[in-house]
């Protein structure tokens, strides 16, 4: 036999019995039941031990339908809606802050007064410490004229019995009579609407938030509007002050009408039934006649649904003085029922409470004193004297 066919053969001899050998092989390996998936751990299940271990039998019933038992858990996190802390438990809180802001006012009173018979410096001086505190002309007139006359004709030199007349006397000012309640109720059943005016930058769309919250803690149910269609983050804003204690907002976008926001949020109100409707309005500028003119507008259209139970105007208390230019043309606008002093916290300038209520002739109802989001308080005449005079 030629040697090289033998050779060919030959290897074709091996070629064809090594292929028979790896078929059996294969066939072998998949008859083999599955090997532990424990000696199966990759480098990442090795290097991370808490991984779960696999279950061979879940994955089966999973491939073939079986699902029944295997219902994938709803994760998608449930909204926490906040409780609100009671209004009247603010005032202890935010008495401290207070005091401490306006103490060089009440001390420096305290320290004039309870010196026994004053000097007509001192008199003036007295005046001085009052008018830098934003009490104003008129008023400050009112009260050195009573102190002189009751410290006089009752000769008191004694600092506390001083501190008492002041006192009183303060508090007379301040107008512990005026009525301070919140018309938040409609008639016929139908919401109360608080319509929130302001100027830029004072606070409004936050002061709005912190209302709905006083007004949650009173269990009453609300409904915001973002009529503040100007600005492009304050719908935002209000939406998610709303979101923290379960409070709907009504909005559009932005460049919208503002008026027909308002006759909007309104209208939902009504068809919810809810007891109160705020909105919030944008910040207007008080030399802007057409602004101003245009927030009259809303105040009209709002009232094709229902009438504005009240209108609250929001001041920055470190304004001073400006703060009642403000509050003189807004009045002239929108027939303003109620004062928001914002900032309160930050001024020695609390007179301002005083002078504004003189040239508007409406009440401060509302007083902010911090950052926080329960830092809006009704405004309490006697804690706010009190705290005037706190050394």
């Given at each position: 036999?030629n040697?090289?066919?033998l050779?060919?053969?030959i290897a074709l001899?091996i070629?064809?019995l090594?292929?028979?050998?790896?078929?059996?092989?294969?066939n072998?390996q998949r008859?083999?039941?599955?090997?532990?998936?424990?000696d199966?751990?990759?480098?990442r299940?090795?290097?991370?031990?808490?991984l779960?271990?696999?279950d061979l039998?879940e994955?089966e019933?999973?491939e073939a339908?079986?699902?029944?038992d295997?219902q994938v858990?709803d994760?998608a996190?449930?909204?926490t809606?906040?409780?609100?802390e009671?209004?009247r438990?603010?005032?202890s809180?935010?008495?401290s802050?207070?005091?401490?802001?306006q103490?060089?006012?009440g001390?420096?009173l305290?320290?004039?007064?309870?010196?026994g018979?004053?000097?007509e410096?001192?008199?003036?001086e007295?005046e001085?410490?009052?008018?830098?505190?934003d009490v104003?002309?008129g008023?400050?007139?009112?009260l050195?004229?009573?102190l002189?006359?009751r410290?006089?004709?009752?000769?008191?030199k004694?600092?506390?019995?001083?501190?008492a007349?002041?006192?009183?006397?303060l508090?007379?000012?301040?107008?512990?009579s005026?009525d301070r309640?919140?018309?938040t109720t409609?008639?016929?059943?139908?919401?109360?609407v608080v319509?929130v005016?302001?100027?830029?930058?004072?606070?409004?769309?936050?002061?709005v938030g912190?209302?709905?919250?006083?007004?949650?803690a009173?269990?009453?149910?609300?409904l915001l509007?973002?009529a503040?269609?100007f600005r492009?983050?304050?719908a935002d804003q209000l939406e998610?002050?709303g979101?923290r204690?379960?409070?709907?907002?009504v909005?559009?976008?932005?460049g919208?009408d503002p008026?027909?926001?308002?006759?909007?949020a309104v209208k939902?109100g009504?068809a919810d039934?809810?007891?109160?409707?705020l909105i919030?309005?944008?910040?207007?500028?008080?030399?802007k006649?057409g602004?101003?003119d245009e927030?009259g507008k809303?105040?009209?259209?709002v009232e094709?649904?229902?009438?504005?139970?009240?209108?609250l105007?929001v001041?920055?208390?470190?304004?001073?003085q400006?703060?009642?230019?403000?509050?003189?043309v807004?009045?002239?606008?929108v027939?303003?029922?109620?004062?928001v002093?914002?900032k309160?916290?930050g001024t020695?300038?609390?007179?301002?409470v005083i002078a504004v209520q003189?040239?508007l002739?409406?009440?401060?109802?509302?007083?902010?004193?911090?950052?926080g989001?329960d830092?809006?308080?009704p405004f309490?005449?006697e804690?706010?004297v009190?705290?005037l005079l706190?050394a």
């Open positions: 036999m040697t090289e066919l050779v060919a053969l001899a070629v064809v090594g292929g028979g050998i790896a078929y059996l092989v294969a072998r008859e083999l039941p599955p090997p532990d998936v424990a199966e751990l990759t480098e299940e090795i290097e991370h031990p808490e779960a271990p696999v039998e994955v019933e999973l339908g079986v699902v029944e295997h858990p994760t996190p449930t909204p809606i906040e409780r609100p009671a209004p438990g603010r005032l809180r935010l008495r802050r207070l005091s401490r802001s103490s060089s006012l001390r420096g305290l320290a004039l007064l309870g010196g018979d004053l000097t410096d001192q008199w003036e007295i001085d410490t009052l008018l830098a505190a104003g002309v008023p400050t007139t009112e050195v004229g009573n002189r006359a410290l006089a004709a009752e000769g008191v004694d600092p506390e019995r001083a501190k007349v002041l006192r009183e006397e508090l007379g000012l301040v107008g512990p005026l309640t919140t018309r409609g008639d016929d059943g139908v919401p109360g319509l005016v302001g100027v830029n930058g004072t606070g409004k769309t936050t002061t912190r209302l709905a919250r006083v007004l949650v009173e269990e009453r149910s609300v509007g973002a503040d269609t492009a983050a304050a998610t002050w979101a204690v379960g409070v709907p907002t909005r559009s976008h932005e919208a008026a027909s926001v308002g006759f909007e939902q009504i039934g809810v007891d109160v409707v919030d309005t944008a910040g207007r500028l008080h030399t006649s602004l101003m927030l809303v105040k009209r259209v094709k649904q229902a009438p504005v139970t009240e209108v105007l001041i920055d208390a470190t304004t001073g400006n703060g009642l230019t403000q509050a003189r807004f009045g002239e606008v027939d303003v029922t109620g004062i002093l914002t309160l916290d020695a300038k609390g007179g301002i003189r040239e002739g409406v009440p401060v109802k509302y007083v902010g004193l911090g950052e989001p830092d809006l308080a309490d005449p804690e706010f009190d705290a706190e």
